[in-house]
């Protein structure tokens, strides 16, 4: 399974953004994912994790209320919405994935495939 994230760019601070992570394969259905963030200079952080049910997304607390995780199994894709951004939403996002239901993968260390990452940039 390959993942690719799109979908970044810069937006002003208050502006939203919809990040995609396409996966390859037939098993979309079967990954539990995750968003994870790498802002300059910083370690990477958690951000929001979704199992197979689309109505299970867990949030960083930074981030809930302004951000919605979710997933189309029929197009193989992921999304984070983000809506109210802060400049202190900029950073690089990846998207993740492993086989099995989870609804809290919120490690590193849980994921098992990783995409390459998208550059958000909020400007003040």
């Known amino acids: 399974v390959q993942l690719q994230a799109s979908g970044g760019g810069l937006v002003q601070a208050g502006g939203s953004l919809r990040l995609s992570c396409a996966s390859s394969?037939?098993?979309?259905?079967?990954?539990?994912m995750g968003w994870f963030r790498q802002a300059p200079g910083k370690e990477r952080e958690f951000v929001a994790s979704i199992a197979w049910d689309p109505s299970s997304g867990y949030y960083a607390a930074s981030v809930k209320g302004r951000f919605t995780i979710s997933r189309d199994n029929a197009k193989n894709t992921m999304y984070l919405q983000m809506n109210s951004l802060k400049p202190e939403d900029t950073a690089v996002y990846y998207c993740a994935a492993r086989y099995g239901n989870y609804y809290l993968l919120a490690r590193e260390e849980e994921y098992a495939m990783w995409g390459q990452g998208t550059l958000v940039t909020v400007s003040s």
């Open positions: 394969g037939r098993t979309f259905s079967k990954l539990s």
